[in-house]
């Protein structure tokens, strides 16, 4: 059963990922995978777009899932490789543009996904 669908900000630091040759701690830190900002429960089951932007600017649009895949192959798919509990959260990913730009401190994100609403979130220097 799927309780609800959310926005996420799926980040990455680049430059680790490269330095390391794999994404465990470029993917790891403390804010790096904002979800919100809410849980919509009553999202169409259809390909959805989802539209990213950095300081207004769209950088990435995209249909989630990605046509031909709906929501229900993507669990089965998953669940064939690893245990899913309740609480699990599952990113569909989108690949169409930019959405792979480099992020500077200050800039604003916001990730769109129609029926679902939008998360801002803005870029700041960790320790």
Known sequence: M???YACALDVTAADLSERDGQWSRAKGFDTFCPLGPWIETDAGQA???LVTSVNGQVRQRAKVPAPGRDVAAL???VSNVMTLLPGDVLLTGASA???GALLN???EVSVSVEQIGTLTNRVEQGD
Do not use: K, T, W
């Open 47 to 49: 390909s959805l777009e």
């Open 75 to 77: 669990v089965a798919s």
């Open 97 to 99: 543009g930019d959405g």
């Open 2 to 4: 799927i309780f609800g």
């Open 105 to 107: 401190r200050g800039d």
